[in-house]
């Protein structure tokens, strides 16, 4: 074996590090308390055990281990998951981590056959399966939950396909559109993201377990059964990358970074749209907060957390990427340090949808005040000046000019909305304009009007929400 890693000492006795065969001294407390990761890496407790029992049974298939053998570990390592299941396993620090403490607790439970669990294997291709496992499982996760929002806005995109609202640029009114439209572009957003998670997943699902401590192993081992045993896909091809890439967790961080950046811009448009200035919407009593001073108050926490924890997320990718950068082939401890902010990068995601999907259920939109905000600042200017350039054939530049001098003279006059406008004003700007585009200026012909393919006239809306209700299988 090239790395004491792959030492199996001859006892665990108390105090005795597991590795500690060549060592004299103890570590330092403050060696021991850098060194443990028990703390954060007993998350990993369910995919050890697969690992371990999907190692186990590899041996015993190749008689490497003898069936007596691969029977004692198969069972032990239940019992140990019971234990742990059960709340009652005595974890460790002085063992370091969690693979330590299950292969000390299997060999106190059965024995010399417990110390041959780890033969033909090492930490470092243990701790790249589970930390694969656990990625991977937790990728489905985050999917299923984003799948989960999608629909809850698809849905509430259906039932609003023809309220209005304001488009914004520059957070300035610029055009009506529909509640629907606006709803459906975050699903779309979503929908990329979970691509990305996809994409994400497929490469963590192969398996570098046979790696051993970096170069692989003397013994004749059967990689691929242990990787299907596993649910991978394959072996890793290489026991070097095996052991030391974590592009997969990269991968994941970075797809979640994303999806987190999404939901925070949903997350954002809630506490806008819920102020007393907006007052397009109301979150039910469920997802709202009161303050311990204001009585009148009802604040959007959760909203605001979701913008919190997108930088936490979008940081904790950046985190991994540096403590993999310029880190030399093959296995250095500062990959241990790659679970913390993946696990919370994991956490504050699912609390982020789950709260967004709880929030978007539940909400209720003012009609009256999201189509009175549409109209503000003459919206549907532009739809006067492409009735100038359709039907009076004039060059847009024109057109633009003759709506802007339209636009003052309906300020001046104190009218808000260019429908209102008499149509002599409208006349004596430009004397060729009839009573007919007066129609077309109220903010339900102008939405209705935007009918291209992606456009935001509720029909279109129907058409997408048509499509997304197949597609994300809300018929089924
Ligand atoms: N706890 C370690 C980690 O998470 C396991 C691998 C230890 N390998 C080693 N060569 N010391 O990375």
Redesign the pocket.
């Known amino acids: 074996m090239s790395?004491s890693?792959s030492f199996i000492p001859p006892a665990s006795a108390k105090g005795q590090q597991m590795w500690g065969g060549r060592f004299a001294a103890s570590p330092d407390e403050t060696m021991k308390a850098i060194n443990a990761?028990i703390d954060v890496?007993q998350r990993m407790w369910r995919e050890d055990i697969a690992g371990s029992k999907a190692h186990a049974a590899m041996l015993t298939a190749t008689g490497i281990l003898t069936q007596e053998d691969g029977q004692a570990i198969q069972a032990g390592l239940d019992e140990i998951g019971a234990e742990i299941a059960a709340g009652q396993f005595p974890f460790s620090i002085d063992l370091?981590?969690i693979?330590l403490n299950i292969e000390a607790r299997l060999t106190e439970r059965i024995g010399d056959a417990g110390k041959r669990l780890h033969t033909g294997r090492?930490?470092?291709d243990?701790?790249a399966t589970d930390f694969r496992l656990w990625v991977r499982r937790a990728l489905g996760e985050a999917d299923e939950a984003l799948l989960g929002l999608m629909r809850i806005l698809v849905l509430q995109a259906e039932a609003h396909a023809d309220w209005i609202m304001p488009g914004f640029t520059h957070l300035q009114t610029a055009q009506p559109v529909t509640l629907g439209h606006h709803l459906l572009a975050y699903v779309e957003m979503f929908q990329r993201d979970r691509a990305r998670l996809a994409s994400a997943l497929s490469h963590s699902n192969e398996s570098p377990l046979g790696s051993a401590?970096l170069a692989g192993t003397p013994y004749p081992i059967n990689r691929e059964q242990t990787a299907a045993a596993l649910g991978f896909d394959r072996p890793m091809a290489n026991s070097l990358d095996g052991v030391a890439s974590r592009d997969f967790a990269m991968e994941a961080l970075n797809a979640l970074s994303i999806a987190a950046v999404h939901l925070s811009r949903l997350a954002e448009e809630i506490v806008l749209w819920t102020s007393s200035h907006f007052r397009f919407a109301r979150l039910s009593d469920a997802w709202s907060t009161g303050s311990s001073i204001m009585p009148q108050k009802r604040n959007p926490d959760a909203a605001e957390l979701v913008r919190a924890k997108a930088a936490r997320i979008a940081s904790n990718a950046q985190c991994l990427m540096m403590i993999v950068k310029a880190l030399p082939l093959t296995?250095a401890?500062d990959?241990?340090d790659d679970?913390a902010m993946t696990f919370e990068s994991f956490d504050a995601f699912m609390l982020s949808v789950g709260s967004m999907a709880g929030m978007m259920q539940s909400i209720t939109f003012n009609r009256d005040a999201m189509r009175q905000a549409a109209t503000f600042g003459y919206s549907t200017a532009t739809d006067l000046a492409d009735w100038l350039v359709r039907v009076l054939n004039m060059p847009f530049r024109e057109a633009h000019h003759v709506t802007g001098a339209v636009v003052k003279a309906a300020e001046a006059a104190g009218i808000a909305e260019l429908c209102d406008v008499p149509l002599a004003t409208f006349q004596a700007i430009e004397p060729r304009i009839d009573a007919s585009v007066i129609a077309l200026l109220s903010v339900e012909a102008s939405v209705a009007a935007r009918d291209s393919y992606g456009g935001t006239a509720p029909k279109q809306v129907l058409e997408q929400v048509k499509r997304l209700r197949h597609a994300l299988q809300l018929d089924a």
């Open positions: 790395s890693d990761s890496d370091e981590d693979h090492s930490r470092n243990q701790v401590a296995y401890k990959l241990q679970k």
